[in-house]
């Protein structure tokens, strides 16, 4: 059974870090993608990161470019995302998700639409 567990989350001051873990398993072959999206209640949930887990490719919303950033250990089938300089802008359920496939386009690895298996969310608290 695929399974997706996130930690890490929790509560920061504004230009702190976190960092938010994803392991998955259940999975006969490594995922191709792999990424993080977030959601806060009265939006839609927003791609944030996203890495190909074969080449190490990665993917940036621009609202985080230069802020977090995504890696993965494929020998644990685990991807990161360290958060540095918190903005309570920042503060959403983050949730992991995994892709087998391949996208037709890389932008859509951004699309959390496009993702097939989801984890349970973590919840990011910034304050100002």
């Known amino acids: 059974q695929v399974q997706l567990v996130e930690s890490g989350g929790g509560s920061v001051q504004a230009g702190g870090s976190l960092r938010l873990s994803c392991a998955a398993s259940?999975?006969?072959?490594?995922?191709?993608?792999m990424g993080w999206s977030r959601h806060t209640p009265g939006k839609e949930r927003a791609g944030v990161a996203a890495?190909?887990?074969?080449?190490?490719?990665?993917y940036y919303a621009d609202s985080v470019k230069d802020r977090f950033t995504i890696s993965r250990d494929n020998a644990k089938n685990t991807v990161y995302l360290q958060m540095n300089s918190l903005k309570p802008e920042d503060t959403a359920m983050y949730y992991c998700?995994?892709?087998?496939?391949?996208?037709?386009?890389?932008?859509?690895?951004?699309?959390?639409?496009?993702?097939?298996?989801w984890g349970q969310g973590t919840q990011v608290t910034v304050s100002s």
């Open positions: 998700a995994v892709r087998v496939g391949d996208f037709s386009l890389r932008w859509e690895a951004l699309l959390p639409g496009m993702y097939n298996d």
């Open positions: 890495i190909y887990t074969g080449a190490g490719n990665t």
């Open positions: 259940g999975y006969a072959y490594s995922p191709n993608w």
